[in-house]
């Protein structure tokens, strides 16, 4: 199970039992992303070391007698249509068989298109939470083979724990601990294309697959020297605001800075939490960014 936190509760509605699940959805950081080349489907080879944080979605899920899927969220055209949380669900009531109505309601606290996955740990949300409530319909490996068919980050949210993530990012072994540091997480309030981040990455053109990195810390130092990715000069390269967090959280007192998946969320390591706190209360009216203090999960 992903669930961070579980709230659960059937209650008689008429004759039908309406069951419910409160799930708190994390978000991710890449603590590297290596592009290893293009592949001849068109996609690329990726190496990344991903760890969850202490940022939530809070996603409910209500399952009924009925029929069909709908998602709402306060602030963002998500409500029903093929986003990927009802993409998630549907998907689900089509392998299990299942002939119910799931209601899906998100309050968002991850920002969108921000590098930080939180749509597809929703998805994941939703996958897990549909199984709980239906006893475990779907086995846990077809779990995977339907998330990886939603969003290259949904199995790793099932995965539950840290990992290092290889091919298109589906395919997960777990990393041994890492060192526990906090991380200041700062997003610039705008939203980034991953498409048009991986358009724009020349350097896997014609190219074969490069080496496959290795990724083993078991320090502080040796995480902040693994710190890398290849995806981050592209989106600085046309949003200034990367550099500018950067700089601010180094200044800060950041032992290392990077960039979250295509971006544009960056992160800075700090030793501990009240190390983080301390260089958050530096942020002022001139700095925009919305800010977290995180831990990693």
């Known amino acids: 199970m992903i669930l961070t936190s579980l ?9 039908c039992i309406v ?17 290893l080349g293009r592949r001849r489907d068109g996609y690329h080879e990726l190496a990344m070391a991903m760890q969850r944080i202490s940022l939530f979605d809070r996603v409910e899920i209500r399952l009924e007698k009925g029929a069909g899927v709908e998602v709402f969220c306060d602030g963002l055209e998500l409500d029903g249509g093929e986003n990927i949380a009802a993409a998630a ?17 998100i309050d968002k606290k991850i920002p969108v298109a ?7 740990s929703d998805a994941a949300a939703v996958l897990s939470g549909l199984n709980t409530l239906s006893g475990g319909a779907v086995v846990r490996q077809r779990l995977f083979e339907i998330g990886a068919t939603l969003g290259a980050d949904v199995p790793f949210f099932l995965f539950e724990r840290p990992a290092w993530a290889t091919g298109t990012g589906t395919d997960l072994l777990p990393l041994p601990e890492l060192p526990q540091v906090c991380y200041l997480l700062l997003n610039p309030g705008f939203a980034v294309s991953t498409a048009w981040v991986y358009q724009n990455l020349e350097l896997t053109k014609g190219r074969e697959l490069a080496n496959l990195p290795r990724f083993s810390v078991s320090t502080t130092d040796e995480l902040l020297k693994a710190l890398h990715n290849d995806l981050e000069a592209v989106t600085a ?5 990367i550099a ?5 959280l180094r200044a800060s007192g950041a032992l290392g ?27 002022t009216a001139d700095h925009s960014w919305k800010a977290f203090v995180v831990e990693p999960l």
């Open 114 to 120: 921000a590098g930080l996955g939180g749509g597809s």
């Open 257 to 283: 800075t990077l960039m979250s998946g295509s971006g544009a969320s960056v992160f800075g390591v700090f030793s501990g939490r009240e190390a983080a706190q301390v260089a958050c209360s530096r942020l």
């Open 7 to 15: 709230i659960s509760s059937d209650r008689l509605l008429g004759s």
């Open 244 to 248: 500018e967090m950067k700089d601010f």
């Open 89 to 105: 669900a549907r998907l689900f009531l089509q392998e299990s068989g299942l002939e119910r109505r799931v209601s899906i309601r």
């Open 237 to 241: 390269g046309r949003y200034s605001e």
């Open 19 to 35: 069951k419910t699940l409160v799930i708190e959805a994390p978000a991710k950081i890449n603590l590297c992303l290596h592009v």
